[in-house]
């Protein structure tokens, strides 16, 4: 006698539900920038997005996900801590707004980061900024 459809798909869902309980939520990686979040057009900026030991991978996303760069050169701060850097040569009007972190570490990818908000503010230098290149 088969198991019944209805079982089986219970029975699978029982598995995957302990599986994902038992790897456990990744820990949310944090964020920062560089000279801070207030920065006059045409100025630099980087952002810091750091989470745990291992990670492939962190992404920088822009507010509404469609806009993010990954970067794979993950360097180690600490024995606990990884890192990875995004810079922007010179900000623009268009560089403001919300970004967060996310990484990717075991075939999964974390919770995100708490939001930052950039700010270009101040007056504008001679040369124009060049627009927003990382995102």
């Known amino acids: ?19 994902h ?16 979040t ?9 952002f810091h997005c750091q989470g745990p030991v291992g990670v492939h991978a962190f992404r ?3 507010e509404n996900r469609s806009q993010y ?10 024995p606990f801590l990884s890192e990875a850097t995004f810079r922007v040569d010179s900000v623009s009007e268009d560089s403001a707004g919300r970004y967060r972190c996310i990484y990717h570490k075991a ?7 708490e ?12 040369t124009e900024a060049s627009g927003f290149d990382l995102l």
């Open 69 to 78: 760069k990954d970067n794979d050169e993950v360097s180690l701060v600490s």
């Open 21 to 36: 309980t038992r790897e456990g939520a990744l820990p949310r990686p944090s964020i920062s920038a560089e000279p801070g």
């Open 38 to 46: 207030v920065i006059p057009p045409g100025s630099p900026v980087t």
């Open 115 to 126: 939001q930052l908000r950039l700010e270009v503010e101040g007056t504008v230098p001679d």
């Open 107 to 113: 075939s999964r990818w974390s919770e995100y980061s």
């Open 1 to 19: 006698m088969s198991p019944h459809p209805t079982a089986l798909l219970g029975l699978v869902l029982c598995l995957a539900q302990t599986i």
């Open 60 to 62: 920088l996303e822009r």
